[in-house]
């Protein structure tokens, strides 16, 4: 396969301006991969002419899904486990103590994907402080994962990237060749579309929210910018959860790293939050 220049430029420019990410030199294999099922789908025999099509006649919807496609939606359950041993561990404990009489938590779970991550987040809270109404707000750029999430179906095959048996039998039944999360906890999670360049989603003051593994795809001044979207509607004290790869550190000093065991969480400094 061979992309032409001017059509992976083409690609790039409208994945940048539409969700910040960056496509280097060198995804031109990537960019093809993701995008052949869309040509097929317009009939059409390459990439090359699919996106060809686009450029003389603009539209909204075809652009949306070449960036949607071009995505990732990489997602696991428990992912990285040592997250969810910090929100239960250290996170929650400390918000309850500093907001005595506190009955529900907000939660914004932020480039969901399908929906493990915001699931996952639901069943460890849900398990360890029950007393708690938690509200997660899951929040992606794509519409068929969001549908996904909403359903909350999942295959055999997603139900054993990194879900414990106890927690598949205990949050889910079968549902034919798949497996369907309890309306307990879909009660608990809301999904909707946000462009972390737009304004954040309804939902908030949260309490927490989970940023994990989505700045790694952007340059500094759009995660400044992200980073301080999330701070306005983020409770004084409130924490953010980052991936192992990612650091507010150098970027932005509204946020207070705070080490928990073998992983970090960042609070909220006071100075910013008032």
Known sequence: MTLAPDTFSFVADLVRQRSAIQL????????????????????LPTVDAYVRGLRSVPRQHEYDRVVEAL???????????????ALTEHVVPELLAARPGTSSLRIW???CSTGQEAYSVAMTLLDSAPQLRVQITATDLSEEVLARGRVGRYSQLEVNRGLPAPMLVKHFTRAGTEW???????????????NLLHAPPAGGPFDIVFLRNVLIYFDLATKRDVLRR????VRP??????GAAETTIGIDDGWERIP???????????????
């Open 71 to 85: 995505t990732t939606n990489e997602t696991s359950w428990f992912r990285d486990i040592t997250p969810f041993k």
């Open 180 to 194: 369907e999360i309890s309306q307990r906890l879909r009660s608990a999670v809301t999904f909707s579309k946000n």
């Open 230 to 233: 999330a701070q306005s509607v």
């Open 24 to 43: 280097e030199s060198g995804k031109e294999y990537l960019v093809e991969s993701r995008l052949l099922p869309l040509a097929r789908d317009a009939k």
């Open 260 to 274: 928990v065991g073998r992983s970090s969480v960042y609070r909220l400094t006071a100075r910013r939050a008032a």
């Open 237 to 242: 004290g409130g924490y953010l959860f980052l």
């Open 109 to 111: 779970s932020a480039a």
